[in-house]
Protein backbone atom coordinates (compact mmCIF):
# COMPACT_ATOMS: atom_id res chain seq x y z
CA UNK A 1 0.00 0.00 0.00
CA UNK A 2 3.15 2.49 0.97
CA UNK A 3 4.34 1.75 -2.55
CA UNK A 4 0.99 2.77 -4.18
CA UNK A 5 0.90 5.89 -2.45
CA UNK A 6 4.46 6.80 -2.53
CA UNK A 7 4.79 6.16 -6.35
CA UNK A 8 1.08 7.92 -6.45
CA UNK A 9 2.65 10.86 -4.77
CA UNK A 10 6.12 10.82 -7.02
CA UNK A 11 4.03 10.93 -10.24
CA UNK A 12 2.11 13.70 -9.33
CA UNK A 13 4.86 15.73 -8.06
CA UNK A 14 5.52 17.18 -11.83
CA UNK A 15 2.33 18.50 -12.18
CA UNK A 16 2.00 20.37 -8.98
CA UNK A 17 5.15 21.56 -9.88
CA UNK A 18 4.16 22.45 -13.27
CA UNK A 19 0.92 24.30 -11.97
CA UNK A 20 3.48 26.01 -9.15
CA UNK A 21 5.34 27.66 -12.08
CA UNK A 22 2.70 28.44 -13.80
CA UNK A 23 1.33 30.07 -11.26
CA UNK A 24 4.41 32.12 -10.63
CA UNK A 25 4.61 32.99 -14.44
CA UNK A 26 1.22 34.47 -14.31
CA UNK A 27 2.02 36.34 -11.21
CA UNK A 28 5.29 37.87 -12.57
CA UNK A 29 3.24 38.84 -16.00
CA UNK A 30 0.72 40.57 -13.72
CA UNK A 31 3.39 42.32 -11.91
CA UNK A 32 5.20 43.56 -15.34
CA UNK A 33 1.71 45.00 -16.40
CA UNK A 34 1.14 46.54 -12.81
CA UNK A 35 4.40 48.32 -13.45
CA UNK A 36 3.31 49.84 -16.62
CA UNK A 37 0.18 50.61 -15.37
CA UNK A 38 1.49 52.74 -12.33
CA UNK A 39 3.85 54.93 -14.88
CA UNK A 40 1.10 55.38 -17.87
CA UNK A 41 -1.94 56.09 -15.45
CA UNK A 42 -0.43 59.57 -13.93
CA UNK A 43 0.58 60.31 -17.49
CA UNK A 44 -2.74 59.82 -19.04
CA UNK A 45 -4.18 61.40 -15.78
CA UNK A 46 -2.23 64.56 -16.33
CA UNK A 47 -3.22 64.13 -20.01
CA UNK A 48 -6.88 64.27 -19.49
CA UNK A 49 -6.17 67.18 -16.98
CA UNK A 50 -7.35 64.85 -13.81
CA UNK A 51 -4.35 66.38 -12.17
CA UNK A 52 -2.39 68.93 -12.96
CA UNK A 53 -0.21 68.81 -15.60
CA UNK A 54 3.99 68.49 -14.54
CA UNK A 55 6.51 68.43 -17.04
CA UNK A 56 9.09 66.74 -14.66
CA UNK A 57 6.52 64.15 -13.67
CA UNK A 58 5.29 63.50 -16.75
CA UNK A 59 9.01 63.06 -18.38
CA UNK A 60 9.85 60.96 -15.87
CA UNK A 61 6.80 58.26 -16.07
CA UNK A 62 7.83 58.17 -19.37
CA UNK A 63 11.53 57.46 -19.04
CA UNK A 64 10.41 54.66 -16.96
CA UNK A 65 7.92 53.14 -19.76
CA UNK A 66 10.62 53.17 -22.05
CA UNK A 67 12.64 51.08 -19.36
CA UNK A 68 9.86 48.55 -18.54
CA UNK A 69 10.12 48.05 -22.54
CA UNK A 70 13.54 47.22 -22.84
CA UNK A 71 12.46 43.89 -20.26
CA UNK A 72 12.18 41.08 -22.73
CA UNK A 73 8.95 39.91 -21.48
CA UNK A 74 9.19 36.25 -22.89
CA UNK A 75 9.67 34.55 -19.76
CA UNK A 76 6.19 35.84 -18.73
CA UNK A 77 4.40 33.41 -21.99
CA UNK A 78 4.79 29.80 -20.49
CA UNK A 79 2.10 27.89 -22.57
CA UNK A 80 -0.06 26.84 -20.07
CA UNK A 81 -0.64 29.99 -18.24
CA UNK A 82 -3.98 31.32 -19.91
CA UNK A 83 -7.15 32.35 -18.26
CA UNK A 84 -7.91 28.56 -19.66
CA UNK A 85 -5.46 26.96 -17.70
CA UNK A 86 -4.33 29.33 -14.98
CA UNK A 87 -7.04 30.74 -12.40
CA UNK A 88 -6.29 35.01 -11.85
CA UNK A 89 -5.37 35.83 -15.10
CA UNK A 90 -7.19 37.63 -17.93
CA UNK A 91 -4.73 36.44 -20.82
CA UNK A 92 -6.62 34.32 -23.50
CA UNK A 93 -5.34 31.37 -24.79
CA UNK A 94 -5.11 33.33 -28.50
CA UNK A 95 -1.45 34.60 -27.29
CA UNK A 96 -0.33 31.41 -27.88
CA UNK A 97 -2.19 30.37 -31.12
CA UNK A 98 -1.54 33.82 -32.57
CA UNK A 99 2.12 34.62 -31.25
CA UNK A 100 2.84 36.55 -34.17
CA UNK A 101 -0.21 39.22 -33.86
CA UNK A 102 0.58 39.48 -30.00
CA UNK A 103 4.02 40.29 -30.61
CA UNK A 104 3.12 42.78 -33.38
CA UNK A 105 0.80 44.56 -31.01
CA UNK A 106 3.81 44.65 -28.16
CA UNK A 107 6.02 46.31 -30.73
CA UNK A 108 3.31 48.85 -31.50
CA UNK A 109 3.15 49.45 -27.90
CA UNK A 110 6.82 49.82 -27.74
CA UNK A 111 6.71 51.83 -30.35
CA UNK A 112 4.52 54.52 -29.06
CA UNK A 113 5.95 54.31 -25.78
CA UNK A 114 9.06 55.37 -27.41
CA UNK A 115 7.48 58.41 -29.13
CA UNK A 116 5.92 59.55 -25.68
CA UNK A 117 9.13 59.83 -24.49
CA UNK A 118 10.28 62.86 -26.55
CA UNK A 119 7.85 64.88 -25.82
CA UNK A 120 6.31 63.84 -22.33
CA UNK A 121 7.70 67.64 -20.85
CA UNK A 122 6.24 69.60 -24.08
CA UNK A 123 3.21 70.46 -22.71
CA UNK A 124 -0.33 68.92 -21.64
CA UNK A 125 -1.32 69.11 -25.44
CA UNK A 126 1.73 67.01 -26.92
CA UNK A 127 1.30 64.69 -24.14
CA UNK A 128 -2.27 63.97 -24.73
CA UNK A 129 -1.63 62.93 -28.44
CA UNK A 130 0.95 60.55 -27.42
CA UNK A 131 -0.74 59.18 -24.25
CA UNK A 132 -3.81 58.68 -27.02
CA UNK A 133 -1.45 56.40 -29.24
CA UNK A 134 -0.14 54.45 -26.02
CA UNK A 135 -3.81 53.95 -25.32
CA UNK A 136 -4.81 52.77 -28.72
CA UNK A 137 -2.21 49.78 -28.50
CA UNK A 138 -3.32 48.93 -25.18
CA UNK A 139 -6.67 48.77 -26.26
CA UNK A 140 -6.25 47.11 -29.25
CA UNK A 141 -4.20 44.38 -27.56
CA UNK A 142 -6.77 44.02 -24.90
CA UNK A 143 -9.69 43.58 -27.46
CA UNK A 144 -8.12 40.91 -28.67
CA UNK A 145 -6.20 39.10 -26.20
CA UNK A 146 -7.38 39.84 -23.01
CA UNK A 147 -10.70 38.21 -21.13
CA UNK A 148 -13.10 40.71 -20.00
CA UNK A 149 -13.28 39.94 -16.46
Known amino acids: MRRVL ?8 PAVAMAADAERVVEARKGFFSLVALEFGPLAAMAKGEMPYDADAAKAHAADLVALTKYDPSD ?24 DAYQKKGMA ?22 VNK ?11 FRAKN
Do not use: R
Open 76 to 99: LYAPGTSADDVKGTGAKAAIWQDM
Open 134 to 144: VGATCKSCHDD
Open 109 to 130: FFEAVAALEPVAGNGQKELGAA
Open 6 to 13: LSTLVAAL
